[in-house]
């Protein structure tokens, strides 16, 4: 999962009939008629002042396009230069449970700059999320803090209270979510932009997907090749159908173990000390800190500036993993691991560690990563992963081979993941950094590989999660920025240095 967040898939059987039912619904005569947006005024603060937003009306279940019908929000900003406007820009937030809507707010300006007003720039907010319709698990607060959605397990790497944190989570959202969330899929959200593409008109989209948008994007790409234009895919995953994001949660020790030594380089630079950062003199003895500080915080945790929220070493292990994703969070847990160390001081927990999730956020995200995939349930099973991955990555302690609500989970997954290949245009960019924490350079080069002559890679030397308008540099930014703009890709796979 990710901060534009984390997931997990894989194979199972699938009901009788199942494939031709899917088949109609992707594509049958009746649902060809262009559904009606009405536009209306939404700006965020921050964001473009011009924003609109619309509701898409979806049929829950696309194999029944008559029966109950839900509502994806969706969001535009249009083009600043209708008479040069060359099509539409679909925006892919991360997830599962990311807003399109905040993602055009947030990158809607810089986007716009970079391609130069060529594009309407288009969103959603996949079912679920944001504007859309949602779904609840009705799970109490103690069941919705980051530690225990991510199954951090014990400090001994015992995983009791993740399985009862597991069954209590499966039953809750299987009991109050109904069908609504049942129908939070992967395949469901193509399906969802398939039928928001016919109702804005154009015959192909082009795409810019980022984190699980990548996979999203990579998708729709599969199903519906001759809908896409310029499709970028950035800080892509694994698509495996055998696993997808079960490999990408288990991918996450290694993620972690090739990111932080830029932070621990970071941290022992002399240029800390004019910052009161510096945390050792050499970047072995930050990595050693941590370690230490960790599993103290195991044994012996610490009160907040939250009243009733104490850091523990799970919570310091989660800090760092969220603060991996950009260089920007270095200096945020230089003063969460320092102040953890003092005696004195009292440590300020990251927003997302010091609160509880909503519990609708919570449902969209179980409800994709569960739905999507079946969750292997041998408990013995993942005791045995838990401890060799402790053993070899102990920065994550375990936490990449432990066990989600997936793994009990009724009735999943709801069809097949879809299997990319080399079939279809070449008209693939995808970038992806070489330290990335939660989408590592070694996982993304396997969905290149699965796209074969459709696409090609750009690998950027930097750590951090989000290349294009995010962690990336002049390099990588200038290689989109042309194939937005004039279609243009390189010839081969590229590396920037920056």
């Not at 959202?173 to 039928?195: H, M, P, Y």
């Not at 240029?271 to 012996?300: H, I, K, S």
């Not at 010091?354 to 519990?359: G, L, V, Y």
């Not at 070694?442 to 796209?451: I, K, M, N, P, Q």
């Amino acid at each position: 999962m990710a901060t534009s967040k984390m997931t997990a898939v894989a194979l199972a059987c699938v009901l009788a009939g199942m494939e031709t039912s899917i088949a109609q619904a992707d594509g049958p005569p009746r649902q060809r008629e262009r559904p009606a947006l009405e536009w209306t005024a939404c700006p965020h603060d921050k964001g473009p002042g011009d924003q609109q937003c619309a509701e898409l009306q979806v049929p829950l279940d696309h194999a029944d396009p008559d029966g109950p019908k839900i509502t994806v929000g969706v969001s535009r900003l249009r083009s600043e230069r209708p008479a040069e406007r060359r099509g539409a820009l679909l925006v892919l937030a991360g997830g599962p449970g990311g807003s399109g809507v905040q993602r055009l707010a947030q990158k809607g300006a810089a986007l716009r700059k970079e391609t130069r007003g060529l594009y309407d720039l288009v969103t959603l907010d996949p079912r679920g999320v944001g504007r859309s319709t949602r779904a609840d698990c009705g799970l109490d607060a103690a069941d919705r803090t980051l530690i225990k959605l991510r199954a951090w397990p014990g400090p001994g790497g015992e995983l009791d209270e993740v399985v009862a944190h597991g069954r209590r989570t499966a039953k809750a959202c299987q009991r109050n979510g109904g069908a609504t969330l049942r129908s939070f899929t992967t395949a469901n959200q193509v399906r969802d932009i398939e039928r928001l593409r016919r109702a804005l008109g154009v015959e192909k989209l082009s795409a810019w997907g980022n984190s699980y948008g990548a996979y999203v994007g990579a998708v729709y790409a599969q199903k519906y090749p001759h809908r896409t234009d310029r499709w970028v895919l950035d800080s892509g995953q694994d698509p495996d159908p055998a696993k997808v994001s079960r490999n990408w949660v288990a991918n996450t020790s290694r993620a972690v173990d090739l990111r932080f030594p830029d932070f621990a380089g970071w941290a022992a630079d002399p240029a800390r000390e004019t910052e009161g950062l510096r945390l050792a003199e050499r970047p072995g003895d930050v990595r050693t800190l941590f370690l230490e500080l960790a599993a103290r915080l195991d044994g012996e945790p610490r009160d907040t500036a939250t009243p009733g929220v104490q850091l523990t070493g799970n919570a310091l292990r989660q800090a760092m993993h969220g603060a991996l994703y950009d260089d920007a969070h270095f200096a945020g847990l230089a003063r969460l691991i320092q102040d953890a160390a003092d005696p004195e001081a009292t440590p300020v927990l990251p927003p997302d560690l010091a609160h509880a999730a909503p519990d609708r956020d919570v449902a969209v995200m179980m409800g994709v990563i569960c739905n999507d995939v079946r969750w292997p349930g041998r408990i013995d099973a993942y005791e045995r992963a838990v401890a060799a991955d402790k053993a070899r990555y102990p920065l994550t302690a375990g936490m990449p081979g432990s066990l989600l609500p997936c793994a009990f989970w009724k009735d999943a997954p709801v069809e097949r993941p879809t299997r990319i290949t080399d079939e279809g245009p070449s008209n693939i960019l995808m970038v992806q950094s070489l330290r990335d924490p939660t989408a590592p350079h070694f996982s993304g080069v396997r969905l290149r590989e699965a796209l074969g002559s459709r696409a090609r890679l750009v690998s950027v030397d930097r750590g951090g999660h989000g290349v294009y308008l995010g962690v990336g540099g002049a390099c990588s930014t200038e290689l989109v920025t042309r194939f937005l703009t004039t279609g243009q890709r390189p010839a081969a796979d590229v590396h920037c240095a920056d």
